[in-house]
């Protein structure tokens, strides 16, 4: 148990070994700090990354997933996004910031992925006016950007380090989106299906470590929903002008249970045993569960 001044909003240990367990959090002043859990007195890396408060934070490169160097990411309420390689002090390697003249957005969530070789990287970002938009780390640009119409409360890749499958984002208003990222059109971007999935805000999507195609989402209303995506019989079709278009597939509910009267906020699988999962919710409980007969799917 570790206290600290400031408090935390949020944590990753994506960019560190196995062997380091070095944790990064993002704190409500900003802050972007290292701990070494076994000497937490003092963070081995520090920085102060944005003016207002890091809401979401992941990283990537650490713990055997992705290629490439050991980055974090982190989105602030302060409408930049900044990419960090803690063996390069004070100065992010990218920083995301409205361009001149447009309106900062809070931003709610980040994710990393396409990280399958030394050069190829992209960081998702959610905001709360329904915007998501794709930044390509290698030629360091925006790659795309879409609108969902509601605040995008959680993004995330189905694998950080393969070649982009699919994208889920989960929304303010109860429903989700399931982005094909494997065919990317010039002008109508990625296909995506999406399902209301409640009336109350969907907080958290997963994906199964074990099968990329299988997903939780935990929600507004205290319950957990699991899904599974199936692809249809061709994933990408030529248009009337030759141009490759992606082909949506479609998403079924395989079960969902209701733990709690508060919101479920945060949520995690284990790497190892298949179907162990963790949550917690606002009624300050952490509750541990198996999810059963995932093999038969």
Not at 9 to 14: E, N, P, Q, S
Not at 163 to 181: I, P, Q, R, W, Y
Not at 223 to 239: C, F, G, I, V
Not at 265 to 285: H, I, M
Request: charged share 25%; glycine share 10%.
């Amino acid at each position: 148990k570790i206290e600290k001044p400031k408090p935390i909003k949020c944590g990753t240990f994506g960019a560190s070994s196995l062997q380091q367990r070095y944790l990064a959090t993002g704190d409500f002043d900003g802050n972007l700090n290292i701990w070494n859990l076994e000497a937490p007195e003092i963070p081995v890396y520090s920085v102060k990354g944005h003016k207002e408060i890091i809401n979401s934070i992941d990283g990537v490169g650490g713990l055997g997933i992705g290629e490439g160097a050991p980055e974090i990411v982190t989105g602030s309420r302060d409408g930049t996004v900044k990419v960090w390689d803690p063996r390069q002090n004070d100065t992010p390697v990218a920083n995301m910031e409205p361009v001149q003249g447009e309106s900062k957005r809070d931003c709610w969530t980040v994710a990393f992925g396409n990280a399958y070789n030394q050069e190829e990287r992209v960081v998702c970002a959610g905001y709360d006016n329904g915007d998501i938009k794709l930044f390509d780390l290698k030629t360091m640009s925006l790659r795309w950007e879409t609108n969902i119409k509601n605040g995008v409360c959680s993004v995330e890749f189905d694998r950080k380090d393969i070649n982009m499958n699919k994208l889920v984002a989960t929304s303010l208003e109860g429903k989700f989106h399931v982005f094909d990222m494997r065919t990317q059109h010039p002008t109508k971007g990625f296909a995506s299906v999406s399902e209301k999935a409640q009336k109350s805000t969907i907080w958290q999507v997963r994906h199964l470590p074990q099968n990329r195609d299988i997903f939780m989402t935990s929600g507004g209303s205290g319950s957990l929903h699991l899904w599974k995506y199936e692809y249809p019989a061709q994933r990408s079709k030529k248009d009337s002008e030759g141009s490759e278009l992606g082909v949506a597939g479609s998403v079924s509910l395989l079960q969902n249970v209701t733990l709690s009267t508060q919101p479920i906020s945060s949520l995690d699988w284990s790497p190892d045993k298949k179907g162990l999962c963790v949550c917690g919710a606002f009624d300050q409980t952490v509750r541990v569960l198996i999810v059963t007969k995932l093999n038969k799917i």
